[in-house]
């Protein structure tokens, strides 16, 4: 499920991870006041449980072998919120250092299965296995129903991702960018695996995990939620202003992207109104009719010559280059600044 | 003596929860500049003691003194105390993957400095300095994972004397070190010492006692303070040696520079 | 204590299954799960020893700020995420293999790195949009022909079945996509020690937080890793018959458990190690970075091979 680079366009990849930005402050500060302190060990090595479960190979009836994603697991442990930095950390460091799903990607992974694969698990979890006892059979039904609902619906958003891309971008005779197979064929391939391996896989791994705490060690699975009710009034007023900038990044991140779109004078604005309005659409569309879908599909700016363009990237360039020493520049800054101040 | 005495217990008592007690009625002071061993079979306290004094858990019943001041969660609490004190104790810890958790020696040297606020050019040169005294040049980069036992011990060591601290606090410092590392740890708390540090040091260890402590304290396994001497007086004492299971019934004292192809009899030569 | 703890009887009989003689009874084991997991942590680490090799050799790449080389290599890959034609992501391709070179990155292991593995994940997603049962599209082979239409189920099949034009540009474009894409990731993981580059974070306002905990991360899964192999190990080392499903998933259930309730001890271990050191809930680092000439001259030198890489995509069409 980690989708690589080069198989989502920018203004995919861009558009999530955009949207993952307001999700991991808030994750950030969510866990900074109910871990407190103990916040940077305990997420460290949750995400490093994590990392590790995705190398525990669990053997199929066929011979061959498949890993859980892990999320459900550490979010019935600890929380949706430490597993939105847990499984975001996880995938952080298998696109860089192991080549596991692309860098520019990192924002798709993440919305996928570091955001909404945990919280289905978690409110699914919660959800049946209500007030029961910590050792009650209820439990690890619960888990293994929410780890087998939230691989598959983190499957599905894969799915929907990748099939969006021949609608949206390909050239004038039908020429995929990007990913180049429809929902129509997308969603089917992606989700019957889910449905019949993939799930039944993260169910098994989830609740077995569950029952071996019951039997073993009962206090990992009262982890979370805290029972500090105290803290959560206290800093009540904090959390609106959050929600309010969260809700304000949200309300602008869509301009980010038209940003970027007509610097790279890839959209006008109402052709990419266009697009989205399209997609309920196309799911509809057979296969093979999706390919008329802009018959005069042509992109404004890259239409135009050369030389007549190349001034406005030069002068995008010298921007990028300032703006690449003037971050720098701040943060040595910073860093000096606040040596100063604490010496 | 007043002015001296680093750590004060008076009736300490610990208890995690509802389980049975891990220390019970302790009572001691340390003085500056002293070499402390305390000696207890495994699952005697000897760890609780060492994370009271380190003021990482606090007592059940009773109170820590550590530098005339009461040693409380509360007061720990207060960033000028806490600072303060933490500059003053440094632990080794006894598993060392705990201690080293910075991505490479460099850092992990650092971490304590910089903790502490010490401005930049500070941190650095304490770190390179450390770094050459204990000769761990080759490693300086390299990540923790990489080390070997006896190098993470060398480099959790750094780590802690990187913040300068009074009193060393050492959890079963030689447990899994190889006989030349032993010999090498034991030197360089013998020349902290004479730098006028306090040492703090548990271990079942009986090879080891003679060369790093003044004074032992022997805790049994009902977890109490069973005997307090000098180290010889200590070691000779086979009977309650025995009875808090420290030693067995074939256990024979070492006796040092008998046999001169041995490593321990050098080690005299350093103190004086 | 009680000194005459008896061994038991059966520890000091020999076992007789045990000598030489019958040691091999010649059937062979498959790979089983326990092998492949043992396989997957030995090459995670193997990677990660090879690649600090790399990153601490003399060469371009090892030589430019940490943070220097993020920026401009995500801006490669920016720019790579733009490029619409085969000709220019070649020449990007070809860039990527200069800057290899110049890094002493051995050019074998970086070719073999990417191309290896793209056609048998890539390749294969993307190789049946080729044909013009899938995607319709100009037809450049034909293959076979049915005489009509076949509509049946989920089953659309056209009147011939071909290799269309779309079809293998498009497979093409996206193939050569993603081998950039993974050269660039390639070379700014293997020219770099992970702990600078995860340090350089920072110049993407990722908090310093995060960047702890990141370092944190890396460093206790290799140790994570280290626990999960003993116990496969053991268990390697202990297993005479072959065990069934159940009993298989067991053991892993039970491992799964096993490095959790170790890492939440570690990390309570942890805890107390760093506020033995002065922590006190605020992450304070160093780096040791500093932008030179050099990386100036290396930002402008990327900038501009981005411009002519868009520009020349543009010019084609």
Request: net charge positive.
């Amino acid at each position: 499920m980690h989708i690589p680079d080069g198989f989502l366009s920018p203004q995919t990849w861009g558009t999530l991870g955009l949207g993952m930005i307001p999700v991991w402050i808030a994750s950030a500060i969510k866990t900074a006041r109910n871990l407190k302190i103990k916040q940077v060990p305990l997420l460290s090595l949750g995400a490093a449980f994590t990392f590790v479960i995705m190398m525990f190979n669990i053997p199929l009836p066929n011979g061959t072998t498949l890993h859980p994603a892990g999320a459900a697991l550490v979010a019935v442990i600890l929380g949706p919120w430490a597993a939105v930095i847990g499984v975001t950390i996880a995938l952080v460091i298998q696109a860089l250092f192991f080549g596991d799903g692309g860098l520019m990607a990192i924002g798709a992974n993440s919305f996928n299965m570091a955001f909404v694969m945990p919280f289905v698990a978690y409110y699914v979890y919660r959800m049946i296995s209500g007030s029961s006892a910590v050792t009650s059979s209820r439990r690890w039904i619960a888990a293994a129903v929410a780890a087998y609902i939230s691989v598959n619906v983190s499957a599905l958003l894969t799915a929907v991702e990748l099939g969006i891309q021949p609608m949206l971008y390909h050239t004038a005779d039908g020429r995929a960018l990007f990913f180049p197979y429809a929902l129509s064929q997308t969603v089917p391939a992606i989700t019957i695996a889910h449905l019949l391996f993939g799930g039944i896989v993260e169910a098994v791994v989830t609740a077995m995990v569950v029952i071996y705490f019951q039997k073993v060690n009962q206090p990992m699975l009262e982890l979370y939620p805290h029972k500090s009710e105290k803290v959560h009034v206290q800093s009540g007023l904090n959390l609106k202003k959050v929600w309010a900038a969260i809700g304000g990044l949200i309300l602008l991140s869509p301009l980010g992207v038209l940003a970027t779109g007509s610097v790279w004078g890839e959209w006008s604005t109402e052709e990419f109104q266009n697009m989205l309005g399209y997609v309920p659409e196309g799911i509809s569309k057979a296969p093979g009719s999706k390919l008329n879908f802009f018959p005069d599909y042509s992109v404004p700016g890259w239409a135009a010559n050369f030389t007549g363009t190349a001034a406005g990237y030069i002068l995008s360039a010298v921007v990028g280059l300032l703006l690449i020493f003037t971050a720098i520049y701040i943060f040595n800054r910073f860093q000096t600044k606040g040596d100063r101040v604490n010496g | 003596m007043g002015d001296n005495t680093v750590f004060e217990l008076r009736n300490v008592n610990y208890h995690y929860l509802n389980e049975p007690p891990t220390l019970k009625d302790i009572n001691l002071k340390i003085y500056s500049g002293e070499k402390i061993v305390i000696l207890g079979a495994n699952g005697s306290g000897k760890s609780t003691l060492q994370r009271i004094l380190d003021g990482l858990i606090f007592p059940t019943g009773g109170e820590v003194l550590a530098f005339g001041k009461k040693l409380t969660e509360e007061n720990l609490n207060d960033q000028k105390f806490s600072s303060e004190f933490r500059k003053k104790v440094g632990f080794i810890f006894q598993n060392s993957d705990a201690q080293l958790f910075s991505p490479n020696v460099w850092d992990e040297i650092a971490f304590g400095p910089l903790q502490l606020d010490l401005p930049k050019s500070e941190v650095e040169e304490r770190v390179e300095s450390i770094i050459k005294m204990l000769g761990l040049e080759p490693l300086r980069e390299r990540p923790p994972y990489k080390l070997s036992g006896g190098e993470k011990k060398k480099v959790a060591i750094a780590s802690v004397l990187s913040i300068n601290p009074e009193v060393l606090i050492l959890d079963e410092p030689t447990n899994g070190l190889d006989p030349r590392t032993q010999m090498w740890l034991v030197e360089v708390l013998i020349k902290l010492h004479q730098a006028g540090k306090t040492i703090i040091t548990a271990t079942h260890n009986l090879d080891i006692v003679k060369d790093i402590a003044d004074r032992v304290i022997v805790l049994s396994e009902d977890h109490v303070i069973a005997a307090e001497g000098k180290p010889e007086d200590i070691l000779r004492d086979r009977e309650m040696l025995l009875k808090v299971n420290l030693i067995g019934e074939h256990y024979h004292e070492h006796r040092h520079g008998d046999d001169s192809g041995h490593g321990h009899s050098h080690f005299h030569h350093h103190k004086h | 204590m009680d000194n005459s703890n008896s061994v038991p009887e059966w520890l000091l009989e020999r076992n007789e299954s045990g000598t030489v003689r019958n040691f091999f009874s010649g059937k062979k084991k498959k790979i089983g799960f326990v092998e492949k997991t043992i396989n997957d942590v030995a090459n995670v680490l193997k990677e990660s020893i090879f690649s600090e090799q790399v990153a601490n050799k003399p060469g371009m790449l090892q030589n430019i700020d940490p943070r220097v080389k993020l920026i401009t290599i995500v801006y490669l890959l920016v720019i790579a995420a733009f490029l619409r034609h085969m000709p220019t992501l070649v020449g990007l391709y070809m860039f990527t293999l200069i800057m290899a070179y110049f890094s002493k990155v051995p050019m074998k292991f970086f070719v073999k790195r990417v191309w290896f593995f793209i056609p048998f994940f890539t390749g294969l997603v993307v190789l049946p949009s080729i044909f013009n049962i899938i995607k319709p599209g100009d037809p450049l082979i034909n293959l076979l022909y049915l005489g009509r239409r076949v509509d049946f189920l989920f089953i659309h099949l056209p009147e011939t079945i071909s290799i269309t034009k779309q079809g293998l540009l498009g497979a093409g474009l996206i193939i050569l996509r993603v081998g950039v894409s993974v050269s660039l990731a390639v070379l700014l993981t293997v020219t770099s020690r992970w702990s600078e580059l995860l340090k350089s974070l920072r110049v993407f306002f990722v908090p310093k937080i995060f960047i702890m905990v990141l370092e944190m991360t890396y460093r206790y899964i290799f140790l994570l890793l280290t626990v999960m192999t003993d116990m496969y190990t053991a268990r390697k080392s202990r297993t005479i018959g072959e065990f069934d499903a159940k009993e298989n998933r067991r053991f892993i259930s039970t491992g799964i458990g096993n490095v959790f309730g170790k890492a939440y001890f570690m990390s309570e271990e942890i805890h107390d190690a760093m506020i033995s050191r002065g922590y006190l809930g605020e992450a304070k680092s160093l780096n040791r970075f500093r932008v030179l000439a050099q990386d100036v001259v290396w930002v402008i030198l990327i900038l501009v091979i981005g411009i002519i890489f868009i520009g020349g995509d543009k010019v084609i069409g």
